[in-house]
T-cell receptor, first 117, second 111 residues
């Protein structure tokens, strides 16, 4: 086990609704990254938070937003859901920024499966 | 064209075979290369990581990076049914946490 948990496991929403997904990182992990994995595809980087500040964003619209809290938990919020948002949403945590000069790396949670109808 | 290309498979091999998994990429800034294994209904699990070109071995797994060809490989020796999973390559210019992934190759090791 990686020590990273996500909730809920599965979620069904309808188009236009809003959703909040949650992630709990290992204690001491100051960095959390969120990825979207569509069926049959590799994960795509959404954004990263380091010490509660956004630290980089992938090619996702502003309706994808996030928060990171001091207790090593974080949220991914998606507004105005679209059918194409149906995917597995993964969070991954690491102690630092997992730069190539360090040996730390990131650990993935099991994901939340979101279905948009 | 995607930055990282990976054959989705499926790849089916008999137990004990040597498996070769590959990715090509187009971004010459990538320096950090990783292989993840993902079982069904689970998150990706890090198998190997390498920095720049060269080989790295860990047990039955060997990772190779050829930056001149923009080509990376993962070899699995003495494959086992428990190796059946999707294998994802991932890479980054300078951090192991903002990764660009391939689509993943589904591997099935049969008895």
């Amino acid at each position: 086990e990686t020590g990273v948990t996500q909730s809920p496991t599965h979620l069904i929403k309808t188009r236009g609704q809003q959703v909040t997904l949650r992630c709990s990182s290992q204690s001491g992990h100051n960095t959390v990254s969120w990825y979207q994995q569509a069926l049959g595809q590799g994960p795509q980087f959404i954004f990263q938070y380091y010490r509660e500040e956004e630290n980089g964003r992938g090619n996702f619209p502003p309706r994808f937003s996030g928060l990171q809290f001091p207790n090593y938990s974080s949220e991914l919020n998606v507004n105005a859901l679209e059918l194409d948002d149906s995917a597995l949403y993964l969070c991954a945590s690491s102690p630092g920024l997992a730069l190539i000069t360090s040996t730390d790396t990131q650990y993935f949670g099991p994901g939340t499966r979101l279905t948009v109808l | 064209q995607k930055e990282v290309e990976q054959d989705p498979g499926p790849l089916s091999v008999p137990e004990g075979a040597i498996v070769s998994l590959n990715c090509t990429y187009s971004n010459s800034a990538f320096q950090y290369f990783m292989w993840y294994r993902q079982y069904s209904r689970k998150g990706p699990e890090l198998l190997m990581y390498t920095y720049s070109s060269g080989n790295k071995e860990d047990g039955r797994f060997t990772a190779q990076v050829d930056k001149s060809s923009k080509y990376i490989s993962l070899f699995i020796r003495d494959s086992q049914p428990s190796d059946s999973a999707t294998y994802l390559c991932a890479m980054s210019p300078g951090t192991a946490s903002k990764l660009t992934f391939g689509t993943g190759t589904r591997l099935q090791v049969t008895l």
